[in-house]
C-alpha cells in the first residue's frame, strides 16, 4: 500500500471518528471560524476573537498558538531549543474541517461549534474543551480527558504517582521537612503526561495554576497571570520515545563529570579547614570510597544569619583555601562550594552590588529589598547582564582556585516578592525560570572560560528544559524519617519522566533530628539505585558514612562500595540519557503501558533497562510484595532465586541489602571497588550474564570515556564496549566486540565473564575448548580481550 493510501485511509478514519464523537465534548459556542492561512508549515486559523498558530515540530510534536485579537505573537519560549524539522505534512479541507497530519500526529480543526482536537493512528487522544479563555486577571486553556486516563507531571510533588484530581500550583517553593505529602515544591513545570502515551508542554514560565480534574469533570486545565498561550502537544510510541521527544524538543542532558556518580561527603556543614582535611582523612582511615565533599554556607561566614552574599572565604576559618582544595584534588577529592543568589544588606558584597547596579529593583529604580530568615537582603538579577557577568566572574574565581563543582540553592527563588523587578518582567512572570536561567549562566561560563571541564551544577529549582545546563536537581529539605523516605521514589521517577533524569535526595534525610540507623542504612540501600549518591543533613546527627559508629559505618560502607562497584552499568545509563533522554530510574508502567495496576506504582521501579529495585521504607520489614514485569524472568541479584515474569512474590527481606533482581538474559558490568574514580579503569573488568533458557537473544554494553570531556562522545574521545547473546536451547554464545571513536586509543582488557543460572557441559573460548575440574555458580570464565578483536565464548549445556 502507497503513502497516499495510507494517508487516505487515515484521513477517512479521523473524518468518521469526528462523526462518532463530535457531540461528546463541551464546545467553546461564542468562538467563530472566519478563515486560515497554510504557508511555510504553519497552518493559521483566523477566529472572532483571535488567530490560531498550529506548527508541527516533528512527525510527533505539534505546537498550537493562540493569539487575542489586538496582540503580536511571542515566539520566545524558555523551553524550547528544537528547531522545527522538516517533516511531510499534509492539509485536509472539509465543509466543516481542516486536518493538518503528519506521520504520528494530527491536528482536527472543527469550524462549527470551533474546536481543535488531537489525534494519533486513528485515535482522537485530546481535546480543546473551552480553549483559551479569559477572565478578569487570569488566562486558561482547558481540555478534555477521559475517565480512564492516569495523569503525571507538574514538577517534583509527593501526591501518590497518579496525580489526576489535584489542583497544582505552578509556583517553585520550598517545602521544609516534608514527609508522604507535599503538594507545592521546588520544580513547578508546566507539563502534563498521561496513560495514554501523550504529554502537552503549556510553553510559558509565569506563575499560575495546573488543574488536573481537581473538580472531577474530566477537565484539564492550565491557568496563568500573563505571558504566552503556546503548548506543545507530544506522542511516543513508548514511554521512552514519548520521553525522548520531549526532551529532544526541550534539551538532552549533558554527560556529568564520572566522579558526580561517586560518593560525596555532605553535611550542614563544615565550619573549618580543619573539619573538612579532618572529615576526608575519616574516609581515608577507614578506605571507604569518596570523590567529593560539599561546603555549605559556613565557608563564606561563621553565622548562618547575615553572612550570605559574602561568595568569599572566611579565613578565620578557612585560612588557606587554595591549599586545601589542591590537596584534596592530589587525593581525587572534589570541593564543591554552596552559593545563593541573594545578597544581603549587611554581607561584605553589599556596598559593590549596589554600585554595580546587579541587583532586582522596585518601581522606583532602587534596589528591592526584603526580609527573610537570613536577613535583609536583594537578588541578584541575572537576567541583566550585568547582573549575568558579575556572578560568572564570582564563579570564575572560585573555578581557577581548583573548585570542582557549584552547589545554587534558594534558586525559587526562596523568597521573591511581587515588587521584585528583573530585566526579564516582573518577579511573578520570571520566578519559576530564575533558577533556570542561574543554571544557564553557569553553564554558559564553563563553555566559554572552562571549556574542557564538564560542569557539576547542583541545584534544587528549575524548568522546563533545565536538564540542558546540566542541572542536578535534589528533592529539596526532605524530613529524616521514614515518611520522607517513602516520597523519593515517586519524586524522581516523576521528574526523570519530565526530562530531570538526575533528581535524587538528601541520603539519611535533611531536617530534624531523628536518630535511626535502620532509616539511614535503608536510605542509602536506595541510594546506591538512584542518580546521585550524596548523604547530607543537618548537623544534629551525622550525615557522612565516615562518621557513623563502626558496626553502621561497616554496613553503610557495603553501599557505597557497590555504588562503585557498579560505575560501568551507571555511566551506561547515563550515556543513554545523554543521547536518548531515557530516565535513569523508571516506572514500571514503563514495562507494561497497558497495565492499570502499575499505573500509580512508585515502590518497585527499574534501574536503566536490567535492575529491578524494591527499597524498603518502612522499620522492621521482613519480608515485601513485589511483581515481576512479564516482559522478563527475573533473578536475585545476592541469591540464586528467580521468578517469572508476570508473577507477584512475597519475598523475604535481609536487613542488609534491599530486595534487587536482574532481567534475564541481561549482562551487567561491574569492577572492583576504587577509593575514588579518579581510579576508574576497564582494564579489568566482570561482566555478568544473567542467563534464561527462554531468551533467544540479548544485548548490552558499556560507555567509556575519560570521565571529563565535554562532548566526548560527538568529539569521537570514547569507546564502547558490545555485548550480545544467542540461544539456541542447547548452547549459549556470548559475543565481546568494541567501536572506538575517531578520537580514541583503545586498550587491551582483562574481562571475567561470570554466567549466571547455567550448568555447562562443555565451554569454549575463541573456538579452543577449556577444561574445567569443576563447575562453579556463577560459571566464572578469563578472557584476553585484545582491542580491536571480537571474544566469542560458547557454552554447551
Known sequence: MNSKTNDLNMTKKIFLLLLVTSVAFAQNVNRKYLSHTWKKNILEIKTNDGTFRILPYSEKIMETSFIPNGQLFNPDSHAVIQAPEKVKTSLTKGTNTLILTTKGIAAIITKSPFQIAYSNKGKIFLSEKNGYTKKDSTETLSFNLDSEEALYGGGARALGMNRRGNRLQLYNRAHYGYETHAELMNFCIPMVLSSKMYAVHFDNPAIGYLDLDSKKDNTLTYETISGRKTYQVITGDTWTDLVSNYTRLTGKQPLPPRWAFGNFSSRFGYHSQEEVENTIKKFEQNQIPVDAIILDLYWFGKEVKGTMGNLDWDKDKFPNPDKMIADLNAKGVKTVLITEPFILTTSSKWEEAVSKNILVTDKTGKPATWDFYFGNTSVVDIFKPEGKNWFWTVYKRLINQGVGGLWGDLGEPEVFPSKAITAAGKADEVHNIYGHHWAKLVSDGYKTDFPTQRPFILMRSGYSGSQRFGMIPWSGDVSRSWGGLQSQMEISLQMGMQGMAYMHSDLGGFAGDYFDN????????????????????????????????????????????????????????????????????????????????????????????????????????????????????????????????????????????????????????????????????????????????????????????????????????????????????????????????????????????????????????????????????????????????????????
Open 518 to 797: 535502620e532509616l539511614y542504612l535503608r536510605w542509602l540501600q536506595y541510594g546506591v539505585f538512584q542518580p546521585i549518591f550524596r548523604p547530607h543533613a543537618q548537623e544534629d546527627v551525622a550525615s557522612e558514612v565516615a562518621r557513623k559508629d563502626i558496626v553502621t559505618m561497616a554496613k553503610a560502607k557495603k553501599q557505597v562500595e557497590l555504588r562503585y562497584q557498579l560505575l560501568p552499568y551507571n555511566y551506561t545509563l547515563a550515556f543513554d540519557n545523554n543521547l536518548k533522554g531515557i530516565p535513569l530510574m523508571r516506572p514500571l508502567f514503563f514495562e507494561e503501558p497497558d497495565n492499570k495496576t502499575l499505573s500509580t506504582m512508585a515502590g518497585t521501579y527499574l534501574w536503566g533497562n536490567d535492575i529491578l529495585v524494591t527499597p524498603i521504607t518502612k522499620s522492621a520489614v521482613t519480608s515485601t510484595e513485589i511483581y515481576f514485569p512479564k516482559s522478563s524472568n527475573w533473578f536475585d541479584f545476592y541469591s540464586k532465586d528467580h521468578h517469572a515474569g508476570g508473577s507477584t512474590a512475597m519475598v523475604a527481606v535481609n536487613e542488609d541489602h534491599l530486595p534487587v533482581f536482574i532481567r534475564g538474559g541481561a549482562f551487567i558490568p561491574m569492577i572492583p571497588t576504587i577509593q575514588n574514580t579518579s581510579a576508574y579503569s576497564l582494564q579489568n573488568f566482570d561482566l555478568h550474564f544473567y542467563f534464561d533458557e527462554s531468551v533467544a537473544g540479548s544485548t548490552g554494553k558499556i560507555y567509556n570515556d575519560d570521565g571529563t570531556t565535554p562532548n566526548a562522545y560527538e568529539k569521537g574521545q570514547y569507546e564502547i564496549l558490545n555485548f550480545n547473546s544467542t540461544n539456541d536451547g542447547k548452547s549459549l554464545v556470548l559475543k565481546l566486540n568494541s567501536t572506538t571513536g575517531k578520537n580514541y586509543t583503545s586498550s587491551n582488557k582483562e574481562v571475567s565473564v561470570l554466567i549466571h543460572n547455567i550448568k555447562a557441559k562443555r565451554i569454549f573460548v575463541n573456538g579452543q575448548e577449556q577444561i574445567y575440574k569443576t563447575f562453579h555458580e556463577p560459571l566464572q570464565i578469563p578472557v584476553e580481550w585484545k582491542k580491536g578483536t571480537v571474544q566469542e565464548i560458547k557454552i554447551e549445556y
